[in-house]
C-alpha cells in the first residue's frame, strides 16, 4: 500500500521558537495532504487541507498564521508551527490523498514545548 | 456534512471473548467508511474500509465490520479478543468532495 512518513516523529523545542514537520508520500503523488492535531486521549481533528501548488485552506479555529503549510510538490508538504508555546503540544497526524482520493496516514509527530 | 458517533468510549473485554466496537455515520453522499487502530504514540493503522462493494468487509488481526444503510451503522468485531488488541479504535467515514470525518474514539482494554 501507498506510504505517508513524517519527520521527525518527535521533537522537543523551547517556548517561541519554530518547529518544522515534513509529510512525505514516498511511493505515490498526492495531489492533497491533510494535517490533523490530535490532543491525548481525543480523536483527530482536521487543521487544514493542502493542495500542492495552492494555498492551503484552513479549518474554522485554526490560525493560519501559526501554522504555516506549504505544499510545495506532489511529495511533500511542510507543517511550521510558529512560535510555539506549550499549548501547542500535541501530536500532528498528516495524511496524503492519491489519484481515487483515499487518504493515507502518517505515523504521527509528537510535539512538545516547553 | 457528515459525523460520526462511536457508542462508548472505552470498552473492556476478557481475552477470548468477543470484541464489538459500535459506529455510526450520517452522509449526505454515498460513504466510505474505515476503521483504525491506534497504539499509544504511534499513528494510524487501517484495520478496514467499506467502499461500496461488498457489505461485510474482513481486515487485518482478524477483524471485520458490517456496513448497514438501514441503520447507517459500520460496527467492528472480533470473534476472540487478544491481548495485543488493546488500543484505541477509530471509525471513520469520508465521501466524495467531502473531508475526512473521525469518530471519537473507543479505548478497548482486554483483561486476562
Known amino acids: 500500500g501507498a506510504v505517508v512518513s513524517q519527520h521527525p516523529s518527535w521533537v522537543i523545542c523551547k517556548s517561541g521558537t519554530s518547529v518544522k514537520i515534513e509529510c512525505r508520500s514516498l511511493d505515490f503523488q498526492a495531489t492533497t495532504m491533510f494535517w490533523y492535531r490530535q490532543f491525548p486521549k481525543q480523536s483527530l481533528m482536521l487543521m487544514a487541507t493542502s493542495n500542492e501548488g495552492s494555498k492551503a485552506t484552513y479549518e474554522q479555529g485554526v490560525e493560519k498564521d501559526k501554522f504555516l503549510i506549504n505544499h510545495a510538490s506532489l511529495t511533500l508538504s511542510t507543517l511550521t508551527v510558529t512560535s510555539a508555546h506549550p499549548e501547542d503540544s500535541s501530536f500532528y497526524i498528516c495524511?496524503?490523498?492519491?489519484?481515487?482520493?483515499?487518504?493515507?496516514f502518517g505515523p504521527g509527530t509528537r510535539l512538545t514545548v516547553l | 456534512a457528515q459525523s460520526v458517533t462511536q457508542l462508548g468510549s472505552h470498552v473492556s473485554v476478557s481475552e477470548g471473548a468477543l470484541v464489538l466496537l459500535r459506529c455510526n455515520y450520517s452522509s449526505s453522499v454515498p460513504p466510505y467508511l474505515f476503521w483504525y487502530v491506534q497504539y499509544p504514540n504511534q499513528g494510524l493503522q487501517l484495520l478496514l474500509k467499506y467502499t461500496s462493494a461488498a457489505t461485510l468487509v474482513k481486515g487485518i488481526n482478524g477483524f471485520e465490520a458490517e456496513f448497514k444503510k438501514s441503520e447507517t451503522s459500520f460496527h467492528l468485531t472480533k470473534p476472540s479478543a487478544h491481548m495485543s488488541d488493546a488500543a484505541e479504535y477509530f471509525c471513520?467515514?469520508?465521501?466524495?468532495?467531502?473531508?475526512?470525518?473521525f469518530g471519537p474514539g473507543t479505548r478497548l482494554s482486554v483483561l486476562p
Open positions: 495524511s496524503a490523498s492519491g489519484q481515487f482520493n483515499e487518504q493515507f
Open positions: 471513520a467515514v469520508w465521501g466524495y468532495g467531502q473531508n475526512f470525518v
